[in-house]
């Protein structure tokens, strides 16, 4: 992990619409011996981008790959099929071999994270903040935030927690294996912001992930609110999540990835129509 490699874009083989986001692959003079003894070229694959990345600036990032022996970082090695990742900067590998997955019981009430949106559903939004259960900001906290009715799944979009969406969260509560949560403090604290400025202190802003996407990209180019009423329930009733609802939410947030590695492996084997890359 961080071992510095040489690599070269690998044309026709990109797997831009795959379950966990675009990817690429490099050729990066690197291989491993079969078991009867065969020399086989294993591919470095770089993760580009999420599941709702905009293809426009996916396409953008790889023109900007293309063409040019890059210098790569190993991000991620897997022994039991011989297969890595790799990633633009050396930090970035160091960090993706280290980064483990939280334990949610260690999760503290008032802790503050940044989540994913990845699951939509009347009653709320599920949250991954990194650990190995989703947490619920339900759709009661979001009315409370924005002052009035929130019309289950389009006004959760409409409020910015549509699929993708990267958002500041805090634990409200743990236990029973479910994880609720909570706006954070700072964007709770001014009444007086419209829904806009709401929106914007609620999201992890697009121009940072951007301005990070900018980054990689330029290192590679030159190698070459807590006064709402408690009373309040914006037409909702009773804050506690019904049978259906707890027996859904349970499901879901104790089901990990939505997708498994055997169905990534197969996705990206027969984008480069090999048995292995």
Known sequence: IGQKLYGLKIHGVDLLEAKTGPKIFFECGVGRTNKKGEWKIVNGMLRIGTPWSKKSVTAKRIARLSGKMLELYVSKIRVDNGQFEVCIKQEDALESGMKKMVSASSLQVGDELIGTVVRIEPYGVFVDVGANRKGLLHIQTVADLYKKFIDGEKGLIEAGLERGARIRVAVLKNEKKRLALDFTSDVK???????AEKEKKVAVLEEEEEEEAKNEDVVAEEQVDDSADDDDDYG???YEVDEDEAAAWAAY?????????????RDIEDALGIGTY
């Open 236 to 238: 909702y009733g009773n």
């Open 189 to 195: 604290a001014d009444d007086s912001d419209d829904d």
């Open 253 to 265: 947030a104790a089901g990990g990835e939505d997708y498994d590695d055997d169905d990534e492996d």
